[in-house]
């Protein structure tokens, strides 16, 4: 078993060996290139091979098979006459002497199209031509060959169909052109050759506008041209303009300003081929725009702008001053132009512009910028409270505004084509002065600001006042301006009593009833002093007089003479004070009287010195007593008709008083300590007169008046109580009094009260009853002027019965009635 084993391994190692050695000795072959009648193939050389033999037959097609032997030393052959288009197995076969096939192998591939034929070739690019040729069956595309006459160029191209076009050609340049068809297996031989000319290029054409209703184009000369052709159409219009030249500038004229136009321009060479064209677009440049308005503008720099009318073509817009100033804008028809100085006068025009260039400048407008400043700005005060505010003049002004503000806030301003301005300017101000020149700009942006200060004010509220006999105190309002004052006196020889910042100043130690010429002068750091202020004169108080001697002439005057040490025009006062009143006179000699001294009273008198400017300290004082004083009032009352009982109020230094009431038909007196007394013995409707002597304890008397007393009007007599038929009562009476005297009559009965009323000279009054058989108090009293009843009149009581029972039942059952 294992020899027989070991046998049938070795047998199959011998196998396999075998047959690696036959597979490295098996022969290849590959097709190299095909043609649309011909194939070459290549294969591998076979050990031991003396002939190779390759053989073509058609796979789908009955065509008859095609076979070439080749020698042993060959690789590579090809089969020829085969069918375009057609795919066919290629076998190749290595055989030795014997023909003997030692090994074979196969390849298929298809042949190439059959050849086109080229039908023109033509040139409408000077980079190209194009060739139309015949399209084979079978041709998945095609290649078309280009050579240059002498040989420098050669290339091939791809094309899908005809006609196919050959590019990256030069301009009027010589080629030989043909075409091969090419499917899967590989391409045709070449077609038979032609020739064509590439045609000249296009001009290089320069567009410029030189005005805006020119177009020039300029082109350098091209190879081989002789003729040109230029073609111009304005944008947006369907209209053109042809003409040819064999110049190489042209100029179209006769434009639209700021239009497009778009200019085809063609070189032909001699054969009258028409060569590339090319066209540029050129806009002409814009018309010139029209300045509408120039208008100076305020801000934080001073500057102006300028307005204009958009144009055609226009895109941009540059407006330029005369003195090298200029602002742009792309959108807007203004722009601005700052800084701009003031007191210029310029012009300024506008330019569009657009790719052609700029437009001729528009019409210059002119433009006058705000005017400066004054350089120099003073006030001048020829005379004071009047000034005037001066200034340097200014070029291109028409008129100033001058504005002065006082440092209250207080304005005013003036409107003048001069140099100078008048306003009134106080005393002790501050003013600030400024002055804006005018023209039809407007008015200059900033001004320069001058300060002026007046001179001190003069106070006006100066006042001189007493403090004592020997001091003066000067007050005043402070005044604007002044930051000091001094004080003199010119009786003092102009000695400064007074050098200080408060209103007032006082002058003491002078002399009394002396006049004194008193001067406050303001004073300032800035302006100095002003010594223009009116003295005020003013007197020190009189000196004091001195009492000689006091003289009484009647119950209530005394006469005092005193001393006179004052000038002429001195008032005297003469005081009497005593503990509740005072008392004076007045004189200008040397005595006055003391009049309506209060009674019972003691004064201390002295005398006062007065002038026009004050007083004097009071002289020394000398006593004085009165007699005693009447009492302050006396009342008389009348108790009845015939008595009075009278009282006053006590008198001062009065002990007793004697009380007398004074008639024509008698009088009534009485003596007494007390303050009341009563009298009888008065007549009634009598007018009596009231006197009173008040009586001091040292005897002196005085007489006192005071208003008179009227006793009571007399009571009627002889009052009677009649009834009368016709159920009416009446009262009768005697009157005492003036016979026109009114009366009252006044019943009070039980069951009602009566009223009536007399006429002056009636001596009876009437009254209707109206229930009968009453008792009646009956009172009967004169009437005064008020119609207010009078007197001291007594009633009287009555009874009157009725008529007759009936009468009486009758105003029994009123009154019951009633109830």
């Not at 072959?29 to 193939?41: D, G, L, R």
Request: some cysteine.
């Amino acid at each position: 078993m294992g020899g027989t084993k070991s046998k049938m391994l070795r047998l199959l190692i011998l196998f396999a060996f075998t047959e690696i050695c036959a597979a490295q000795n098996a022969v290849t072959v590959s097709v190299f290139t095909v043609t649309s009648k011909s194939m070459t193939v290549q294969w591998s050389g076979y050990t031991g091979a003396s002939s190779y033999k390759v053989t073509a037959t058609p796979r789908n097609s009955p065509g008859p098979s095609v076979f070439t032997q080749f020698g042993g030393n060959v690789v590579m052959g090809s089969v020829n006459s085969l069918s375009p288009n057609t795919v066919y197995t290629m076998k190749l076969e290595a055989m030795d002497n014997a023909l003997n096939v030692l090994s074979s192998a196969a390849t298929q591939e298809t042949t190439a199209p059959d050849v086109p034929s080229i039908g023109q070739a033509y040139s409408k690019h000077s980079d190209s031509i194009t060739v139309e040729f015949t399209t084979v069956s079978g041709a998945s595309s095609y290649l078309l060959r280009a050579e240059s006459k002498t040989g420098d160029f050669f290339s091939e191209t791809v094309v899908s169909s005809s006609p196919g076009t050959v590019v990256q050609l030069q301009p009027y340049t010589d080629y030989s052109l043909s075409v091969m068809s090419v499917n899967s297996g590989g391409r045709s031989q070449p077609s038979y050759p032609i020739e064509a000319r590439t045609v000249v290029m296009a001009p290089k054409l320069n567009t410029t506008s030189p005005d805006n209703g020119t177009i020039l184009v300029t082109w350098t000369p091209v190879d081989n041209a002789v003729l040109y052709t230029l073609c111009i159409i304005r944008e947006g219009s369907m209209s053109r303009n042809k003409l040819n030249t064999t110049d190489t500038t042209v100029s179209f004229g006769g434009l639209e300003a700021g239009t497009t136009y778009c200019i085809k321009g063609t070189a032909w060479d001699a054969q009258g081929r028409a060569g590339d064209d090319i066209t540029t677009c050129q806009i002409t440049r814009p018309p010139s725009p029209d300045v509408i308005l120039v208008e100076v503008t305020q801000g934080r720099s001073l500057g102006i702008t300028v307005y204009w009318m958009s144009v055609q073509g226009g895109e941009n817009y540059v407006a330029r001053t005369t003195n090298g100033q200029n602002c742009n804008s792309t959108v807007s028809g203004y722009c601005f132009i700052t800084p701009v100085e003031c007191g210029q006068n310029h012009s300024v025009s506008v330019t569009a512009y657009n790719g052609a260039g700029p437009s001729s400048p528009s019409e210059p407008q002119n433009y006058i910028t705000y005017p400066c400043p004054p350089e120099n700005i003073w006030v001048e005060e020829p005379k004071a409270g009047n000034c005037s505010i001066v200034w340097n003049e200014v070029q291109l002004v028409e008129y100033y505004m001058a504005f002065i503000k006082r440092d209250d806030g207080t304005e005013s301003s003036c409107n003048t084509t001069k140099t100078t301005c008048p306003f009134s300017c106080m005393c002790g101000y501050t003013y600030l002065t400024t002055v804006f020149p005018y023209n039809q700009a407007g008015s200059s942006p900033y001004a320069n600001v001058r300060n002026y200060t007046t001179i001190p004010c003069c106070p006006q509220g100066v006042s001189i006042n007493l403090v004592s006999t020997e001091t003066l105190e000067i007050n005043w309002s402070p005044v604007k301006g002044a930051e000091l004052y001094e004080t003199t006196a010119a009786e003092t020889n102009d000695v400064i009593h007074c050098n200080d910042t408060a209103p007032v100043c006082a002058l003491s130690d002078l002399r009394c009833n002396t006049a004194y010429t008193v001067t406050v002068t303001p004073c300032s750091e800035l302006r100095g002093c002003n010594r223009t202020c009116t003295p005020q004169t003013h007197e020190t108080a009189p000196c004091a007089p001195e009492i000689v001697n006091m003289t009484q002439t009647n119950n209530s005057t005394y006469r005092v003479h005193f001393a006179t040490p004052n000038t002429p025009n001195t008032n005297y006062t003469v005081t009497a004070i005593g503990r509740y009143d005072t008392h004076s006179c007045q004189s200008r000699n040397g005595s006055c009287e003391l009049t309506q001294l209060p009674c019972g009273s003691t004064y201390e008198v002295m005398a006062v010195a007065m002038t026009t400017v004050g007083r004097s300290l009071p002289g020394y004082s000398k006593p004085l007593e009165t007699g005693p004083c009447c009492p302050m009032y006396v009342n008389v009352t009348q108790v009845t008709q015939a008595m009075t009982n009278v009282t006053w109020s006590p008198g001062s230094g009065a002990r007793s008083y004697i009380t007398t009431l004074m008639s024509p038909r008698g009088h009534a007196k009485c003596h007494t300590l007390d303050t009341h007394c009563l009298m009888g013995c008065i007549t009634c409707g009598t007018n009596y007169s009231v006197n009173m002597v008040s009586i001091s304890s040292t005897g002196h008397e005085s007489e006192c008046k005071y208003r008179g007393f009227s006793s009571s009007a007399c009571c009627p007599t002889s009052v009677k109580l009649y009834r009368r038929a016709n159920n009416s009562l009446r009262v009768y009476w005697s009157s005492l009094g003036p016979q026109m005297q009114n009366h009252t009559v006044q019943l009070y009965g039980t069951a009602a009260n009566y009223t009536c009323i007399a006429a002056g000279g009636s001596k009876y009054c009437d009254i209707q009853e109206e229930t009968c058989g009453d008792v009646y108090t009956v009172v009967a009293a004169p009437v005064g002027q008020n119609g207010i009843k009078v007197g001291f009149c007594q009633p009287r009581t009555y009874s009157v019965p009725c008529p007759g029972g009936n009468a009486a039942m009758v105003v029994s059952r009123k009154r019951r009635s009633v109830k």
